[in-house]
Nanobody
Framework: EAQLVESGGGLVQAGGSLRLSCQAS????????IGWFREVPGKEREEVSS????????YYADSVKGRFTISRDNAKTTVYLQMNSLKPEDTAVYYC??????????????WGQGTQVTVSS
């Protein structure tokens, strides 16, 4: 069974940095989309960043371009989200997600437990 486990959230001041990690296990192929979403109560869930499982191309939401960087280790077991120049509006629960049947996100079917990121002003 495919599983994702996040770590690395926390409280940081505006302008600071955090790195989220997502440990993946149980996947039976390499060509799956994987990335990060975030949720804030009362707002629509937002895809923050993702990796195309087929060609490795990267996606970033406009709101995080130039500040966040997604990466993956060579073994494809861990995905990272380096978040720099954090803003209070980045405060959210961040979820690692994957879609086992597609190289890009259409309807993610594997989710981590979520990790809280809080950015104070």
């Amino acid at each position: 069974e495919a599983q994702l486990v996040e770590s690395g959230g926390g409280l940081v001041q505006a302008g600071g940095s955090l790195r989220l990690s997502c440990q993946a296990s149980g996947f039976t192929s390499d060509e799956y989309a994987i990335g990060w979403f975030r949720e804030v109560p009362g707002k629509e869930r937002e895809e923050v960043s993702s990796i195309n499982g087929r060609d490795g191309s990267l996606y970033y939401a406009d709101s995080v371009k130039g500040r966040f960087t997604i990466s993956r280790d060579n073994a494809k077991t861990t995905v990272y989200l380096q978040m720099n120049s954090l803003k209070p509006e980045d405060t959210a629960v961040y979820y690692c997600a994957a879609e086992t049947e597609a190289p890009v996100f259409t309807d993610p079917n594997v989710w981590g437990q979520g990790t809280q990121v809080t950015v104070s002003s």
